[in-house]
């Protein structure tokens, strides 16, 4: 078993910045990913970062998302910059460790 326990999201002005936290409850060897589902909308892949730190970015959020992991802390972040109202969502922490594992979801909301 996982517990993910995400943090860092809130209200932010179009341009501004926000920094996501997910800390898993034990160390975490596989891809650590962010998802996010925006009201009536499917849940979409926005990163991924894999064991050895190899990335990759929904197109929507290249260049203005960062993902990193500290995996002493057992932690992955998601660095967010340059936000639109169309990045306004639920952002959830994901892992795949011998079973799927979900964050409970941190809201995210970009006013214009």
């Known amino acids: 078993q996982v517990q993910l326990v995400e943090s860092g999201g809130g209200l932010v002005q179009a341009g501004g910045s926000l920094r996501l936290s997910c800390t898993a409850s034990r160390s975490i060897f596989s891809t650590m990913s962010w998802y996010r589902q925006a009201p009536g909308k499917q849940r979409e892949l926005v990163a991924t970062?894999?064991?050895?730190?190899?990335?990759n970015y929904a197109d929507s959020v290249k260049g203005r998302f960062t993902i990193s992991r500290v995996n002493a802390k057992n932690t992955v972040y998601l660095q967010m910059n340059s936000l639109k109202p169309e990045d306004t969502a639920v952002y959830y922490c994901?892992?795949?460790?011998?079973?799927?594992?979900w964050g409970q979801g941190t809201q995210v909301t970009v006013s214009s």
């Open positions: 970062i894999t064991s050895r730190e190899n990335t």
């Open positions: 994901y892992v795949w460790s011998f079973g799927d594992y």
